[in-house]
């Protein structure tokens, strides 16, 4: 599986940006997809993430009512639809899958088992 992520730029603070992720290979309905993110000199920490087969959602409580993950099956690609952005939330953002996972359960990123590159998002104030 390869994963390609795309979006990121250079927004002021209360813009919008949308991240894409495209996926080489089949995705199983039981692989989750999400968003993590890593600020300098931080760890890399959960932000969003959609089952494939029932387009169940679940968000760090920090982007909550801000972003919105999506996925369509036919393009094999998940979306990070990020609006109100503020200036934390510059870092770069990586993809990942995880095979027979809930949403839920892919909030730790050492159980991730594919990431894609990552794209800069950077937001000043």
């Known amino acids: 599986v390869q994963l390609q992520a795309s979006g990121g730029g250079s927004v002021q603070a209360g813009g919008s940006l949308r991240l894409s992720c495209a996926a080489s290979g089949r995705t199983f309905s039981s692989t989750s997809k999400g968003w993590f993110r890593q600020a300098p000199g931080k760890e890399r920490e959960f932000v969003a993430a959609?089952?494939?087969?029932?387009?169940?959602?679940y968000y760090a409580e920090s982007v909550k009512g801000r972003f919105t993950i999506s996925r369509i099956s036919a393009e094999n690609t998940v979306y990070l639809q990020m609006n109100s952005l503020k200036p934390e939330d510059t870092a770069v953002y990586y993809c990942?899958?995880?095979?027979?996972?809930?949403?839920?359960?892919?909030?730790?990123?050492?159980?991730?088992?594919?990431w894609g590159q990552g794209t800069q998002v950077t937001v000043s104030s």
């Open positions: 990942g899958e995880k095979r027979g996972s809930s949403p839920r359960a892919m909030t730790m990123a050492k159980y991730i088992d594919y």
């Open positions: 959609v089952n494939w087969g029932d387009g169940r959602t």
